[in-house]
């Protein structure tokens, strides 16, 4: 029968391997993130400028969304607006049902370089959210549904599992 210090020994390399293994194993998570950068940019009576998390914009705004991606990556952009509906501004952009494909440095304008979303006289909380993966995006349906009806990331990313590396979200307090 071998002694408590020989188990306990035995324990600990037995520990030690596990964790390699896993280490070894494991994805690491920022080789699986896109990199992703967005950013939100206004135009209204004032001029023209990005946001910050603490602006405010209004009714009849003009508003469009920069998104930068570090590495090839599959984005979707979803818009909830502060009535409560969810929209994918990027599959109307591109007609692509998994996603838009941006290779390491693209930058991506919505609706585009030379054009504004324009907000309407509902007043609420608008929620501008990119979603990201390494690989083509097969549930954006899933998605909007989800975005929809969960208002946190984490609940976001449990729901949908594994499929997407990254998200990102801006809030507009949209007043009159």
């Excluded at 188990?7 to 520990?15: D, Y």
């Excluded at 910050?52 to 920069?66: C, F």
């Excluded at 838009?100 to 585009?112: A, Q, S």
């Excluded at 054009?115 to 309407?120: G, Q, S």
């Amino acid at each position: 029968m071998p002694s408590v210090k020989v188990v306990s020994q035995m324990v600990v390399r037995l520990t030690v391997f596990f964790v390699v293994i896993k280490f070894i194993f494991t994805p690491i998570a920022w080789a699986q993130a896109c990199g992703l950068e967005m950013h939100v940019e206004q135009k209204d009576e004032a001029g023209f400028r990005r946001l910050s998390p603490d602006n405010v914009v209004h009714s009849r705004d003009k508003v469009r969304v920069r998104i930068t991606s570090r590495s090839s990556c599959y984005i979707s952009l979803f818009w909830k607006t502060s009535s409560g509906q969810v929209y994918n501004l990027v599959s109307s952009q591109s007609r692509n049902a998994s996603g838009l494909l941006m290779n390491p440095g693209d930058t991506h304008v919505l609706p585009g370089a030379e054009h504004w979303y324009r907000l309407d006289n509902v007043v609420g909380m608008e929620h501008i959210t990119v979603v990201g993966s390494r690989n083509a995006i097969e549930n954006l349906s899933a998605i909007g549904m989800s975005l929809a009806t969960f208002e946190s990331r984490s609940t976001l990313l449990e729901f949908l599992g594994s499929e997407l590396q990254e998200t990102a979200s801006i809030k507009l307090d949209h007043q009159d």
